[in-house]
């Protein structure tokens, strides 16, 4: 499916698989245009052209971070590639012209106006976490397939680029926040379409209640919350889409129990808005609260705002292109995005016989290393194991640029540098 299934949640049961089980996971890459928190863009190399600058460090939130301290060639474990360092500190949610910042304030707005500004808000944590805070705090069991190296980014072994802003529940309830909203950049190694980008943007909302909220109601504190959470997220949702019908689907979260995801119909499909629940006794002990309930959400930014504003292509929200910056105004939530003319798409095939060790997240990663924003989609279109048990795959990229036509010439050479590096860094034999 299209949008629909954009970047969705990797937290339910589906994905609990084992680590080494590496199949054909969703790949994942990344790069892009032009970072205004870059601080001290270094010359380009000579005789490589980049489709994005290498910065050499990051301001993250008033914190400047160096290349070398999140890039580092030094340590195995590392993942982190230059085009998304690069992206680290960007904070597409906090400019209030762009549809993420629109779409964060209309929630905001929400919020303040049926909560009497209880929520208290973060938007500025830095995305570097622990492992501790990304998984272990909120119960990630040891074996979950989002810890792998191909699915997360790792700067060493215990500190990773977050995956989900849940990351940050543990650590504010520590602090003695009881109702928040944390909104920030995540990071995923994924597939390459129209609806994957290695970066998004999450906002993840958190409300403790205490015995005197629910007694009395004469309700179990559990059936209390999801009631009252249930209730919220279905004004939210009215808030943002006006009287559109809903519905609930039961699902599992690590943190939550029970789980569920609020579906919206929108153009004749059920779309996932959003993954929610009570939280589990244990996340609330360990910081401390022993006789309260909580119910936690996690809603992905862009998925709500590609269907609000209309937007056909993720990477468009990384966009400086004036004709796509000039058509949101502040405040004005779901102004439909006029498309400026595209461009043609160019296919290139690539097949080759992979090894053990080939995963699709790796190829996208090369792929979007090379190209950067120009790779529009990557799929598999055929796939077979000869006799000797050797395994063929075969890719078709496809090329195009939001902003311009792309010659024959660039195509190519992205194409030839494809070739190169895929037989180099991951040791697969070119057919
Ligand atoms: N962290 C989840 C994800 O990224 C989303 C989520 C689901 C957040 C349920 C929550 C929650 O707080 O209760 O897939």
Wanted: with cysteine.
């Amino acid at each position: 499916m299209t949008i629909f299934s954009v970047q969705s949640t990797i937290f339910t049961r589906a994905s609990v698989a084992i680590l080494s089980s590496n199949g054909l996971r969703r790949f994942s890459f990344a790069s892009s245009s032009f970072s205004s928190n870059a601080l001290y863009s270094s010359p380009l190399p000579k005789t490589k052209k980049r489709r994005f600058p290498i910065v050499s460090a990051v301001d993250i939130g008033g914190v400047t971070m160096a290349r070398n301290d999140v890039v580092r060639d030094d340590d195995p474990t590392n993942n982190v590639p230059d085009s998304i360092f690069s992206k680290l500190g960007m904070q597409l949610h906090r400019r209030d012209k762009h549809p993420l910042g629109i779409l964060k304030n209309a929630i905001y707005d929400y919020f303040d106006s049926n909560y009497a500004k209880q929520f208290e808000k973060f938007e500025d944590l830095s995305p570097i976490v622990t492992t501790k805070q990304n998984f272990d705090d909120v119960l990630v069991p040891a074996d979950h397939v989002s810890r792998s190296l191909n699915d997360t980014y790792y700067v060493d072994s215990q500190t990773v680029l977050r995956c989900h802003t849940s990351a940050h529940q543990a650590e504010l309830l520590r602090e003695g926040r009881r109702r928040f909203l944390v909104t920030g950049d995540v990071y995923r190694r994924d597939s390459i379409d129209s609806t994957h980008y290695p970066v998004f943007h999450q906002m993840e909302g958190f409300c403790v209640f205490s015995p005197e909220d629910w007694s009395e109601s004469g309700k179990d504190p559990t059936l209390y919350a999801a009631e009252d959470l249930k209730k919220c997220l279905e004004g939210l949702a009215r808030h943002l889409f006006g009287g559109v019908e809903m519905r609930w689907v039961d699902t599992y979260f690590p943190f939550t129990e029970p789980s569920f995801e609020l579906e919206i119909y929108f153009k004749e499909d059920w779309l996932e808005v959003l993954g929610c629940g009570v939280t589990e006794q244990r996340i609330l002990k360990q910081s401390g609260l022993e006789n309260n309930v909580a119910w936690a959400f996690g809603l992905g930014l862009e998925r709500l705002a590609m269907v609000l504003f209309d937007i056909p292509d993720i990477r468009l929200f990384w966009s400086d292109d004036e004709r796509f910056t000039s058509q949101f105004k502040k405040g004005e939530l779901g102004v439909k995005f006029k498309p400026f003319s595209k461009y043609p798409p160019c296919y290139k095939d690539i097949s080759f016989w992979i090894s053990e060790s080939f995963t699709e997240n790796n190829f996208c990663e090369v792929v979007r290393g090379i190209a950067g924003d120009l790779v529009e989609e990557l799929k598999l279109i055929d796939s077979f194991t000869n006799k000797k048990g050797m395994t063929s795959h075969c890719y078709r990229i496809v090329f195009r640029s939001m902003e311009r036509s792309l010659t024959d010439e660039e195509v190519n050479d992205l194409q030839s540098k494809v070739r190169d590096e895929v037989q180099r860094k991951l040791n697969v034999e070119l057919r």
